[in-house]
């Protein structure tokens, strides 16, 4: 009896030795995940210095973005710390459930070698003792009896909850599974988006180098287009002077000049091609005319595409956001799966080892 006494108190030591290495476990991955979040949060801070050579507007967008991302990891870290209270409870009320059931053992075996050790003692007590006494025996024996049937039923009730927490945590596997596929497809999403908005932004930039370079000619070309008018007009005016000077010479020497009437009708045709040769340029300055007016419009359409493409930039940029913070969350599930897990499998070995 003794020795088996003794050997008790050695395994609820070692069982107690357990328990405290499995509560620094859960503090190293406690610290460990308060290590990560400080680092994804130095992450976004670097992330967020190197965004300072982009333009003021997208500058802007960026920074709301790492905000946004950094407070959306400070929730996660808070949420952490609240489940890793829970799961913390939950550790010790398991480690005190186990003890329960360390002690029920110890008790049951001291019964059980008192139960096997009564037939001796009612043997040896039959030819010595008086019958008031052996009964008195018997009824001992029969509340040991009672009592190991109430100790066997609570241990069938703690085998039941063994099973049942098997079960939590094979659902919580196929929950982390789930969890990992999401995770998944949501990172593909998100690179293919990011794709996309680098795509917009290498046309869109060559869309502004494009209306800059249809800027300055139509800048050129209107002031090409004054320089032609003005030089037309004061040779028209010239030209208009000089046929007036001719026309008064002529008019004061018409009655000189009825001789020379062939003279003047070649006079006269080099007139008309002069006013043909005007009447062309006056088309040409027309169709300048007309061709800037063309201009014009679609100048003002490659704006107005140009302010389009901007709500949908700032679109794109709040969806990457999203993304990023629900995978944020994700990945925060998955961390706290994984440390339930961690701390089922261990509570799994202990009460393994307990003795059945």
């Not at 973005?65 to 550790?91: A, H, P």
């Not at 703690?158 to 982390?176: I, K």
């Not at 990011?194 to 290498?202: E, T």
């Not at 043909?276 to 088309?283: D, H």
């Amino acid at each position: 009896m003794p020795g088996n006494e003794v050997k008790q108190r050695k395994k609820i030591q070692s069982q107690g030795n357990n328990n405290a290495a499995l509560d620094q476990t859960v503090q190293q991955t406690y610290d460990k995940s308060e290590n990560s979040a400080g680092d994804k949060l130095m992450i976004a801070s670097g992330d967020a210095e190197k965004s300072s050579a982009f333009p003021p507007d997208i500058k802007t967008c960026v920074c709301l973005f790492f905000t946004v991302v950094c407070l959306g990891l400070l929730w996660i870290i808070l949420q952490q710390n609240s489940r890793f209270s829970d799961l913390e409870e939950k550790y010790r009320l398991v480690n005190r459930k186990a003890g329960d059931f360390q002690e029920l053992h110890v008790e049951v075996s001291r019964i059980s070698q008192k139960f096997e050790s009564l037939p001796d003692v009612l043997g040896r007590l039959e030819g010595q003792l008086v019958q008031a006494q052996v009964e008195k025996l018997e009824v001992d024996v029969e509340e040991l009896k009672r009592w190991k049937a109430a100790v066997v039923e609570k241990r069938e009730g703690l085998q039941v909850d063994l099973v049942e927490l098997m079960r939590a945590v094979r659902h919580m596997e196929e929950r982390t599974a789930a969890v990992a596929k999401d995770a998944a497809a949501q990172v593909s999403s998100a690179r293919t988006d990011m794709r996309r908005m680098s795509g917009l932004g290498a046309e869109t930039e060559a869309l502004l180098a494009r209306m800059a370079v249809l800027e300055g000619r139509v800048a050129r070309a209107e002031t090409a287009m004054a320089k032609r008018i003005g030089d037309l007009l004061a040779g028209s005016i010239e030209r208009v002077s000089a046929l007036r000077g001719l026309s008064e010479r002529n008019s004061q020497a018409a009655e000189k000049l009825w001789q020379g009437a062939a003279k003047l009708e070649a006079a006269d045709g080099e007139l008309a091609g002069r006013l043909l040769a005007l009447e062309n340029g006056r088309a040409r300055l027309l169709k300048t005319v007309t061709f800037a007016s063309d201009v014009k419009p679609k100048v003002a359409t490659i704006r107005r595409e140009l302010a389009m493409l901007e709500p949908l930039l700032s679109d794109l940029i709040l969806r990457v956001g999203h993304l990023a913070q629900d995978l944020g969350h994700r990945e925060g599930d998955i961390a706290l799966l994984w440390d339930a897990l961690t701390s089922l499998s261990a509570s799994e070995q202990l009460l393994a080892q307990v003795p059945s």
